[in-house]
């Protein structure tokens, strides 16, 4: 993992910054200067600096509360920072209160070079360290299970391979494939395997989110910038920052915010929504859709330049039913993860009869529609040891009728058990729609268009 060097220099006096930013640089590290309160924290919000240099009586004011209001503000929004106070001789009853509210450290001016340099090495190591422990928190995480991707067949295999070849590279990523194949997690496990594996993995979802809501939730805004934007908010862009932004659902995205993302990846700036300056951002974008973006290029429904923008390597996944021997691998890795739902803890068992069930069933929630299989049967199954077909959704006499009355054509009678199945999945999930959307492996968005199109709004 790269060392942080980069630092913010806040301090009004000119020969200072001159003096020791000079310094700093000659011994390798990358100095930004600030002379007053307001361009330091522009200079901060652009950028989230892990060690700032802080002169605490700064312009336009000079008055010390102020100084320590703004460190109070620094460290609620990235608590990680490393603050070293550096003030004038008799300050120190100041100093020791900026420290109680963590600064990391304090200097007193005439500053002793060499001293400057050690404390500024120290707290950049702890940076790291810091970081290291984040991320092997992360690994172990991933080990303990939620994370680990199974499966052995030839296709889901190839996609993993391809995956991981090109984590290690910053390139973008196109994850396709149907709904509740696995984008996400695999996304997940690019990011990990990629050198940001120690910088935040942001997921987002642009199928549900109105335009407005996902424009500002991307790009942040400032305060004022509409009604209820009753404080600044940074966005999900700069939430990234040093990591990997997910953006799921891509293709739900409209074409007007599809040319702000594209601005965005281009220049590396994001523009807050209100705000009159860019903001720098640094982000790896791995994109996932279950949709053809092709198609949607062609129909003009999606723009060409962000497509090969985000493309970089495309890698898909394939659906369950064509990884049907990975079916019993993944069912027992489902039933291990719900052990907890059985009365006694242990994880249940198939049997035969409902391993052949599973064998024979066609998957159009894939992954997502096994895992809540394997819930609702562990459940269902209660005391006993084995699940039975009568413990699934699809069997026997749970099975949904696939026409119904007065319906004629193919197209007729698909819609009447989508609605049904719709029906059941609702009634399931007593009325809550995000998680009917994922029990049907629909994003929130679809299933709305779907309950409007039914009338069940
Ligand atoms: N290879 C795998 N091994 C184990 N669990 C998996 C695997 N792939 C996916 N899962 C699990 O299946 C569920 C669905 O996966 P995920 O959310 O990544 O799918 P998705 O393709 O992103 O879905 P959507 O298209 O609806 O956003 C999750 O609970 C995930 O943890």
Redesign the pocket.
Known sequence: MPAPHALLLVDDDAAFRKVYGGLLRESGYEVVEAADRPSARAAFEARPFPLVLLDLMLPPDGSVSAGLEGLAALLSARPGTKVIVVSGAGDTRHTLEAVRLGAYDFLTKPVDPDVLLVVVQRALARVTLERQVESLRTSLTRAAG??????QSAP?LAS?SLAERVAASDLPVL?T????????????TVHLKSRRHAGPFVPI?CGALPESLLESALFGHVKGSFTGATKDHRGLFAEADGGTLFL??LGDMTPSLQVKVLRALETGDILPVGADLPVKVDVRLIS???RDLGRMMQEGAFREDLYWRVKGVEVH?PPLRERAS?LPL?AK??LNQCAHLCPDGRARLLSDAAAEALAAHAWPG???E??HEMQRATVLAGERREIQPEDLSFTGSERPRASAPGATTLAQKVEALERREIEEALKRCGGNRTHTA?AL???RQGLLKKLERFGLT
Do not use: C, I, Q
Request: no cysteine; glycine share 12%; net charge negative.
């Open positions: 939620d994370t680990a991707l199974v499966g889901f993993v994850v494939g149907e709904n509740g194949t696995g984008k996400e997690l695999l996304a997940r979802n799921d659902e996932a859709t279950h996944l990975d993944l890795h489902f894939n992954l997502r096994l895992r994922e492996g629909l994003s």
